[in-house]
Nanobody
Framework: QVQLEESGGGLVQAGGSLRLSCAVS????????MGWYRQAPGKQRELVAT???????NYADSVKGRFTISRDNAKNTVYLQMSSLKPEDTAAYFC?????????????????WGQGTQVTVAS
């Protein structure tokens, strides 16, 4: 069973920084896209940032210039460096990975989610 282990959440003052990590384990399959999503209370889950296997990145407009997503393919780990944090960044942050799986000579994509890590930004 694929496992995603997130870490790095916590409480921070507005203007501060946090770094989230998500390590993927228990898979021999190739990892395609990796990303971070967030969900605030009473709101839908939204994309924060994604990164492809070739390190092409995509960001939500609300975090551009403040957050940086990166990955270490050797460690099967994706990171989210968050700076200039605002109270509106408060949410549970979820790691997302898409695996390339070969089964019966056919190629499939499988998506997995982490359990979430809470980020709280105090004003």
């Amino acid at each position: 069973q694929v496992q995603l282990e997130e870490s790095g959440g916590g409480l921070v003052q507005a203007g501060g920084s946090l770094r989230l990590s998500c390590a993927v384990s228990r898979t021999d399959n190739s990892i395609n896209a990796m990303g971070w999503y967030r969900q605030a209370p009473g709101k839908q889950r939204e994309l924060v940032a994604t990164i492809t296997q070739g390190s092409i990145t995509n960001y939500a407009d609300s975090v551009k210039g403040r957050f940086t997503i990166s990955r270490d393919n050797a460690k099967n780990t994706v990171y989210l460096q968050m700076s200039s944090l605002k109270p509106e960044d408060t949410a549970a942050y979820f790691c997302n990975v898409v695996l390339r799986v070969v089964r019966s000579a056919r190629l499939y994509s499988e998506t997995y989610w982490g359990q979430g890590t809470q980020v709280t930004v105090a004003s």
